[in-house]
């Protein structure tokens, strides 16, 4: 975990999606002026430099302000249509599940009254006009639909909450609440649900950001828990389960994922293979949605909420929530065992209740050998055929036995179960990694899929959204 003071960032304002990473970074001067009124700046992701947008102003929406960038194609009709599509879908949809609403804040011996984050963030930028700007343009990413298929989607910036113009360590801010979303490939038609579920997306991070100034709480919220929660905000503006990222964990074409690789030490497995971040996009999403799914009616309207504004930023935010719906997952180690045996066994009790697609799709391979090395909040599974004691006894390594139709997961060896869970329940994900146990049967050989079943769980294979801080950090490797 790694926990930036707000007073730190506050001299670099940075924040999850947007660009990272602060004032360690060295990089050379970009030698920007303060641009006039129909320029922004924007930061290359392929040499980290900002540059200058010329963009014109398509249209204005009820909540929102479009510009485009020059000789971007993109038209009139296409700006009033994303405009329409946040004023009356993504933003009322994602304030209604993350947002405080109706509330004061006091500055310099007055008290201002806001609507919703929303409303207060374009307060602190001395806008005050109610209206998020959105810019649309081609972000520079390598992306060219061939042999770089991944692609830089939107990002949220929060150093655009300074004053116009250069804000020291290289950085530039456009002094205004806003989202940047690409349009090659993301305003292709066929591209347009995805491109409107990323600013949902991005928005969750603008609103996860100004939510800890409004706070004062000191940290931003763990990557992995602000990005679970901007996995949540997708969801919310689909209504569906978005498909690429579930195919992504059941296929693990890369087999990352059945060697434990998942969300909590965030983009730690990219040595074995350059898509091993999709991994953890998919498995945070897949907690993240598991956890509402167990949550009652009453719970499932704030449950989202409660995590935004916790006053912790790492784990803890999450327990916190989860206690709530089983007094036993306060604990980080009985919260991720009842998780990561929900993959195994999606239709147990534990599993994911009334979402039929999930319980369908979801699907993990076990492995084979008698050890095996787990970094925090990984877990991996191996097959028990007799009476099985771990031998491998580490701090953190924790064991459990699984079973089809069990309502209760079993962790008291020896293990007679089905399944033995082999998982890492280190709270700090910035441990090493730690050794564990596995039952050294070998798993029997897939079943071959008939061309039907193929077909109704196709391969994901791209063009794969990559956050701008990810693209950014993979860059300095």
Partial sequence: ????????????????????????????????????ENSFYAQNMVNEKYYEVKAEKLYEGEKCVIWAEIDSGVTVTAAKNFADEYDNKIRPRIVDVFSEKNFAFSFNGSEYNFVDMLDYANWLT??????????????KDRYDGKKNNSYVAGYFWGGNFYSKGDI??????????????????????????????????????????????????GYLL????????SSQAEYFYLGENPKEKCEWFSEDSEGTIAKGNNFFVWDNHSKESSLALMDDYATVYLFFRWLYLQADDNLKSRIFFDIETSAYPDFQAVTGAAGKINSSWNNWEALLRTWLAANYYPRNSYGYTDDSYLQNIIKVKPIAGRTVSLYPGEGVY?????N??????????????????ASAINFSPPYRDDVLLTFN?????????????LTSVSPPPPVSRTAAEDTQTPKFNGPYVIDARDMLNRNKR
């Fill in 168 to 217: 020291g360590g290289g950085h530039y801010s456009n002094g205004r609440d806003m989202i940047y979303i690409d349009t090659n490939p993301g305003l292709e038609t066929r591209r347009l649900s995805q491109t409107y579920a990323t600013f949902a997306h991005e928005l969750q991070h603008l609103i996860s950001y100004v939510t800890s100034v409004r706070l004062k709480r």
């Fill in 222 to 229: 763990d990557v992995w828990i602000d990005e679970g929660l």
């Fill in 425 to 437: 329940a280190n709270t700090d994900n910035t441990s090493a990694s730690e050794t564990g146990s």
């Fill in 1 to 36: 975990m790694v926990i930036i003071p707000l007073a730190a960032l506050f001299a670099v304002m940075l924040l999850s999606c947007e660009i990272l990473p602060g004032l360690q970074m060295k990089k050379p001067a970009d030698n920007l002026g303060t641009l006039g």
């Fill in 382 to 386: 191996s097959i028990i055929n007799n």
């Fill in 388 to 405: 099985f004691n771990p031998a491998v006894s580490r701090p953190n390594i924790r064991y459990a036995g699984l079973a089809a139709n």
């Fill in 126 to 139: 001395n806008r005050d006009n109610g209206k998020l700007t959105i810019l649309l343009l081609d972000i």
